[in-house]
C-alpha cells in the first residue's frame, strides 16, 4: 500500500512536460498541468488560480499546483456508459458570494437516462447541498447525444445545450427536451421572458431546437452573444449563434449524410430554418470552444477554438463581424484528443484530453 501511495506522489509531482510546436502566429509552448485523469470532460477556474475538472466516470477533481486532488464529495450519482457520465462543469456568475457550482451530468430514470443539471456550494470537502434543478425529458434507452455544455449570459441565466439522445426527428419536437438548448434562471425557475412561455404544448425551458448533438457553448467576451457548436453525422458540424424561439433545423437540413451514405433530410436550406455560421465537412467530430480575450498571447485575441475529437487537432477560427474569415489546424504533433477548450483567468489556454489516462494542457508563449 505505501509504495503504491508513494508511485501516486511521484507521478503527480513529477515535473510537466512540454512541447514547442508550431503555429501560423508564431511557436508557443504546451505544458502538461496535470496528469493521470480518466476521461476528463469539463475545466472550470477557481478564483485561487485553481482548475476544477470533471471526469466522465463521475469524479469531480480540484487541480491544484499540478497536484489532483482525492474525488469530492456531494457529486451526483451519474449514469456511465457511453457518452454518459459527468459532464460539464461551470461556476454560478456570484461564486465568490455564493460559492454555487453546477454540473451537468447523464442520469438514470423511468425509461433510461437523459441529461441533468445540478448545483451545489463548494466547501473544503466538496459539494454541500447538492440538488437536481433540471431534467432532460424523456428519457430514453442508450448512450448517444447527452450534449451538456453550460453557459451564463449577462442577465446570469443559464443556458444547456442538449443532445437528441440519437432520436433525430424528436429535435423538432417542441414537447420535450431532446436536441434543444433551454435557458433557465440558477435555480431551475423558468424566466419569465422565455420565448415559449404559456404556448400550449411547448415546454417552457426550451430556447431554441433543431439542434443535433451540441458539445461546444461559450459566450463572446465582447458582443455577449452565445455561440455554440453541434456534431453533424457524416459530416454537416455546424457553429451556430443560437437565439431565442429559433429552429436550427436538424435533421430536416443538414450539410452531412447518414453513416450509411444515404441522405438525411430535404437538403441544406429551408425556409424558417436558420444556416450555420460555419460547417466542417467531412466532420471533425467538435468538442470545447472558447474565444481567447487574455493578453499573454496577444496574436490570438479575439479568435475562437475548438477542439476535435476526431483528428487529434486544435482549430483556431478568426472572426470578424461574426463571421469566419481563416482557419488555421494545429497541434497535431501533440496527438491527443481534445475535448474541452478554456480560455483561463490567467491568459493562458488550457484542454482537456479525451483518454483513460487523459491530461490538462496548458498553451503559453514559447519564450
Known sequence: MRTA?????????????????????????V????????????????????????????????????????PLNGVPRVYNSGQGGLLDVALDPDFAAN????????????????????????????LADTQVIFRQMPKLSGGL????????????????????????????????????????????RVPADNPFLNRAGVLPEI??????????????????????????????????????????????????????????GEGTQKAGMEQPLLHWTPSIAPAGMAFYAGDKLPFWRGNLFVGSLKFNTLHRLEIEDGRVMREEVMLKAIRENYRDVRAGPDGFLYLATDNPEGRILRIEPAQ
Open 207 to 264: 430556447f431554441s431546437y433543431g439542434h443535433r448533438n451540441i458539445q461546444g457553448f461559450t459566450r463572446h467576451p465582447q458582443t455577449g452573444m452565445l455561440w455554440l457548436h453541434e456534431h453533424g453525422a457524416q459530416g454537416g458540424d455546424e457553429v451556430n449563434l443560437p437565439r431565442a424561439g429559433l429552429n436550427y433545423g436538424w435533421p430536416v437540413i443538414t450539410h452531412g449524410i447518414d453513416y450509411n451514405g444515404s441522405k438525411i
Open 99 to 126: 460559492r454555487y457550482v453546477y454540473l451537468s451530468f447523464a442520469e438514470s430514470g423511468e425509461g433510461g437516462a437523459g441529461t441533468a443539471l445540478a448545483r451545489g456550494r463548494l466547501g473544503d470537502e466538496g
Open 31 to 70: 505544458v502538461t498541468v496535470a496528469r493521470g485523469l480518466e476521461m476528463p470532460w469539463a475545466i472550470a477556474f477557481l478564483p485561487d488560480g485553481a482548475l476544477l475538472v470533471t471526469e466522465r466516470p463521475g469524479r469531480l477533481r480540484i487541480i491544484r499546483d499540478g497536484v489532483l486532488s482525492p
Open 145 to 188: 447525444h447527452f450534449g451538456s455544455r453550460i453557459v451564463f449570459d449577462g442577465q446570469g441565466r443559464l443556458y444547456l445545450g442538449l443532445g437528441e439522445r440519437y432520436r433525430r426527428d424528436e429535435a423538432q419536437n417542441l414537447g420535450n427536451h431532446l436536441g434543444k438548448v433551454i435557458r433557465i434562471e440558477r435555480d431551475g
Open 5 to 29: 501511495l508513494l508511485a501516486l506522489l511521484l507521478l503527480f509531482a513529477a515535473p510537466v512536460a512540454a512541447q514547442v510546436v508550431p503555429t501560423e502566429k508564431g511557436p508557443v509552448r
